[in-house]
């Protein structure tokens, strides 16, 4: 029995891991791994309640959401520390490659984090994940019409976000420029 729950796990659920982890590194850079470690071990458990006709990454990405919950819920008030002194050297897994392959520009990550949470959740699900509505809905637990909602004020949102900090980045430029004595 638990080969063959082994065996359709990473059948199913394993060729996602990328995507989730990307996923998981755009919602909290700092623990994005401990969120997808998090989220596989859940899938795993309750990989006996995983419905084979369904879309198994929308599945994970609701775990995901899950997890990402928990963790704001309980870490909301704890404080980071400094950790240059005992910085190590990361672990590099072959899965990262592919994750680095697709990686966001700073300007757009920037822009993103100011998006709010139920904003930026929908739009990473729509835009970077291609998800259906249905799919996005069933993750958030809300209904269709909340997230194509939550999409357009995110897009709107992001694009105001991605105008503005161009237009500073032009402006300072300019500003530049004219201090330098340049045309």
Same mark, same amino acid.
């Given at each position: 029995?638990?080969?063959?729950?082994?065996?359709?796990?990473?059948?199913?659920?394993?060729?996602?891991?990328?995507?989730?982890?990307?996923?998981?590194?755009?919602?909290?850079?700092?623990?994005?791994?401990?969120?997808?470690?998090?989220?596989?071990?859940?899938?795993?458990?309750?990989?006996?309640?995983?419905?084979?006709?369904?879309?198994?990454?929308?599945?994970?990405?609701?775990?995901?959401?899950?997890?990402?919950?928990?963790?704001? /819920?309980? !870490? #909301?008030?704890?404080?980071? @520390?400094?950790?240059?002194?005992?910085?190590?050297? &990361?672990?590099?897994?072959?899965? =990262?490659?592919?994750?680095?392959?697709?990686?966001?520009?700073?300007?757009?990550?920037?822009?993103?984090?100011?998006?709010?949470?139920?904003?930026?959740?929908?739009?990473?699900?729509?835009?970077?994940?291609?998800?259906?509505?249905?799919?996005?809905?069933?993750?958030?637990?809300?209904?269709?019409?909340?997230?194509?909602? /939550?999409? !357009? #004020?995110?897009?709107?949102? @992001?694009?105001?976000?991605?105008?503005?900090?161009? &237009?500073?980045?032009?402006?300072? =430029?300019?500003?530049?420029?004219?201090?330098?004595?340049?045309?």
């Amino acid at each position: 029995m638990w080969r063959s729950k082994t065996k359709e796990f990473e059948r199913t659920a394993v060729p996602h891991l990328a995507a989730v982890y990307r996923f998981a590194r755009q919602l909290d850079e700092s623990r994005a791994q401990d969120l997808t470690q998090e989220t596989f071990l859940r899938g795993w458990k309750y990989f006996g309640s995983y419905k084979p006709e369904t879309n198994c990454r929308a599945w994970l990405f609701r775990i995901l959401r899950n997890v990402w919950s928990d963790h704001y /819920r309980r !870490n #909301r008030l704890e404080v980071s @520390l400094d950790e240059g002194e005992y910085s190590e050297v &990361e672990p590099y897994y072959d899965w =990262e490659g592919e994750f680095l392959r697709n990686e966001m520009s700073p300007e757009l990550e920037s822009a993103l984090e100011l998006v709010p949470a139920n904003y930026r959740w929908a739009l990473l699900l729509a835009d970077v994940e291609e998800l259906s509505y249905q799919e996005i809905a069933q993750i958030m637990e809300c209904p269709i019409g909340t997230v194509m909602s /939550r999409i !357009n #004020r995110g897009r709107r949102t @992001l694009a105001r976000l991605l105008h503005t900090s161009t &237009e500073l980045a032009c402006g300072s =430029e300019k500003a530049a420029k004219i201090y330098h004595g340049d045309k």
